[in-house]
């Protein structure tokens, strides 16, 4: 079983709606939580950073963690199709820099 | 630009060739991580470097890889005797020292490397 699981889509959806992602993990002890958007053939970017359990908004992006559920979510609201892209969510444990990354979920949106 | 820099972007190597992958971090900063991408799959963490030295490699193959990051210079990632399952994206990413603060991790544009 993989530490963290993510699924891969494709997520269509049409211009305007809100793309809902999420990730599921099995360690406890990861305690920092990121979300990168990945263009084809192109590094991932850092969208957000979050550490406690909430809600955490920057713009058209609201990312919310549930330690206690083990659950993390992206959401991106008004969506365009400059957001057709990888997503991939990625945590780390408090001691070591080391990211572990879901495998990313394929968002395709539609004008 | 003061991003993450890769060199090469694409590399093609025969199978038994040698693969030198270069790795310069943003400015300011020191902490250096490799991750590998295989088709289809996600980023898995290689390994972890600060000047001159290996913090974490366990994500390295046994055989074959090495990293380096010295005193002066971007950091190296070596692949000896490539074979085809190495054919991979390599992705470099650096962060500052403070991870407890907030730093996080910040990618290049990574190299493609094809193996013959």
């Known amino acids: 079983q993989k530490e963290v699981e993510q699924d891969p889509g494709p997520l269509s959806v049409p211009e305007g709606a809100i793309v809902s992602l999420n990730c599921t993990y099995s360690n406890s002890a990861f305690q920092y939580f990121m979300w990168y958007r990945q263009y084809s053939r192109k590094g991932p970017e850092l969208l957000m950073y979050t550490y406690s359990s909430g809600n955490k908004e920057d713009g058209r992006f609201t990312a919310q963690v549930d330690k206690s559920s083990k659950y993390i979510s992206l959401f991106i609201r008004d969506s365009q199709p400059s957001d057709s892209a990888t997503y991939l969510c990625?945590?780390?444990?408090?001691?070591?820099?080391?990211?572990?990354f879901g495998g990313g979920t394929r968002v395709l949106v539609k004008p | 630009n003061a991003g993450v820099m890769q060199n090469p972007r694409h590399l093609v190597r025969r199978r038994g060739q040698e693969a030198r992958l270069r790795c310069s971090p943003m400015?300011?900063?020191?902490?250096v991580y490799w991750y590998r991408q295989l088709p289809e799959e996600g980023l898995k963490f290689m390994v972890y470097?600060?000047?001159?030295?290996?913090?974490?490699e366990s994500g390295m193959p046994k055989e074959r890889f090495s990293a380096e990051f010295p005193k002066e210079g971007p950091s190296i990632l070596r692949i000896q005797q490539v074979v085809r399952g190495d054919s991979a994206a390599y992705f470099c990413a650096s962060s500052g020292d403070r991870p407890w603060a907030g730093d996080t991790q910040y990618f290049g544009p990574g190299t493609r490397l094809t193996v013959l």
């Open positions: 400015k300011g900063h020191s902490h």
């Open positions: 470097l600060q000047k001159e030295n290996i913090i974490d």
């Open positions: 990625a945590m780390r444990k408090a001691a070591g820099n080391k990211l572990t």
